[in-house]
């Protein structure tokens, strides 16, 4: 059975019992005076009790399920055909219950395919069984629910506490989440460092890792230092790309909130923060096939011999541009957010309006516009596709904007997806970045927060 059959059935139960409760529950106010709670509260406690057990009992279910659906595979005849190897075991299983959830994929190994029908078979069973325990449950906690409806229960209190409940597990599964990242960065970079001093990971000046290489090779270190991939990363993240994005994003701020009238705020400001909106694809695509050729000719034209396609100017270029919006906006927020008696003050003083802007609105509003530069820095050192597209790979220490480079961001990506063994230290070493970069975003973060908070608590 179609787990679909089953969430639709639940779902179906609880419209039920919902329906149900509230009837006896709009009974019981007009027959014996008045309710502790609203028959929509006794509605919805019912609802949950038909809806929660059933949905809990389903997902224990599909944890348990594939246990044993294996083991009724392995207890069939069919399966005798399989090897005594644990990979080639498990590789061939894992096929025939892929190819049994589609019938229409290839098989690769033939003893998959013979498999199939008794996958099948024993996964429609178990569906079987979990849907009806599902629905089992359904009925006791209705009923439990249904015994649950007097006029002194206090309905309203169990359902804004289950909904308290849920409230704290999604928040609990965000921090989770972020403990579970940092706990995998953590684990994977200790194993990493088992092969090559962190010394030599965070001072040295050369990058290439093989993965074909030996794990155990003498010096291994020396092709592991990250230095390139750092100063890359600061070169084009925090260096070019502000160099485009500050600029810019506070020339356009200062015009929408001092100079543009309403009508014209009103177009330009949502038109500047579609930037923020379009995919980093595109602007991969636009950094590469446009701004690069551009930078090559402009390199040509100032006399450069031979200047690659790929740069950091061109990446960092574009960068800057897709950043824009989150320099802009938090600039504008701030300067909005000055008390408009210090700009009047400054005016009735025979200041200019330029003078004004200069002198009183912009330090006024340095905390917020600082903050906003540096989330954009945090943003742009982890943007990847742009740096993929149009920086290059190589791993250059070099403060040539016309040279090719490369990030973290990039290393990451290219060394999770190498045909090396997943503990060999040329993938492991991607984790090490990962976590540095982690770290440096994070301490942006924290910064960025504490210039806000500090400015808010300038003016209330």
């Keep these: 059975m179609s787990p679909v059959f089953a969430l639709l059935a639940v779902l179906g139960l609880g419209l039920i019992g919902w ?214 990363t600061i070169f084009i993240g925090a260096i070019i790309a502000m160099v485009v994005a500050i600029p810019l994003g506070l020339m356009s701020a200062i015009y929408l909130t001092q100079y543009a009238n309403p009508k014209l705020r009103k177009l330009l400001k949502p038109v500047l923060e579609i930037l923020a909106g379009i995919p980093t694809v595109v602007y991969g695509y636009f950094a590469a096939l446009t701004i690069a050729p551009m930078v090559r000719d402009f390199a040509i034209f100032i006399g450069m011999e031979n200047p690659s396609t790929e740069s950091a100017l061109a990446a960092g270029a574009v960068m800057g541009v897709m950043i824009i919006p989150f320099v802009s906006s938090m600039a504008d927020d701030s300067i909005a957010a000055v008390p408009s008696s210090m700009r009047d003050g400054s005016l009735a003083m025979g200041a200019t309006k330029s003078e004004t802007i200069k002198r009183v609105l912009i330090p006024a509003a340095l905390p917020g516009i600082v903050a906003g530069i540096m989330l954009a820095i945090s943003r742009a050192i982890g943007e990847t596709m742009i740096v993929y597209m149009a920086a290059g790979a190589a791993a250059n220490l070099s403060a040539n904007p016309f040279d090719s480079m490369t990030t973290v961001t990039f290393q990451i990506a290219k060394l999770l997806n190498s045909e090396g063994e997943f503990n060999h230290p040329a993938t492991l070493a991607a984790f090490a970045l990962g976590l540095v970069l982690f770290v440096v975003t994070l301490a942006l973060n924290i910064i960025a927060l504490r210039v806000v908070k500090r400015f808010r608590e300038a003016y209330e």
């Design 19 to 232: 329906f149900t409760a509230r009837a006896k529950a709009q009974n019981l106010h007009s027959g014996r005076g008045t309710l502790h709670s609203l028959p929509s509260y006794h509605a919805w406690h019912m609802a949950i009790w038909v809806a929660l057990p059933a949905f809990m009992g389903w997902a224990l279910w599909q944890l348990i399920a594939p246990g044993l659906i294996e083991n009724s595979v392995l207890a069939d005849p069919a399966a005798s055909i399989l090897p005594e190897g644990d990979f080639q075991r498990s590789a061939i299983l894992s096929e025939a219950r892929s190819i049994a959830g589609n019938p229409e994929a290839v098989a690769f190994n033939p003893k998959a395919r013979e498999l199939v029908p008794a996958f099948a078979e024993a996964i429609a069973k178990y569906n079987w069984i979990g849907t009806a325990l599902s629905l089992l449950l359904a009925f006791v906690g209705g009923a439990w629910g249904y015994s649950k409806i007097r006029a002194a229960y206090p309905a309203r209190t169990q359902v804004e506490r289950t909904v308290m409940l849920f409230l704290l597990l999604a928040s609990l599964i965000a921090i989770l989440t972020t403990f579970g990242i940092i706990a995998s960065l953590i684990f994977e970079t200790g194993v990493f460092f088992g092969y090559v001093s962190p010394a030599d990971f965070l001072l040295g000046t050369q990058w290439a890792p093989d993965p074909f290489t030996s794990a155990t090779k003498e010096g291994l270190g020396e092709d592991y230092g990250a230095i390139p991939l750092f100063w890359g």
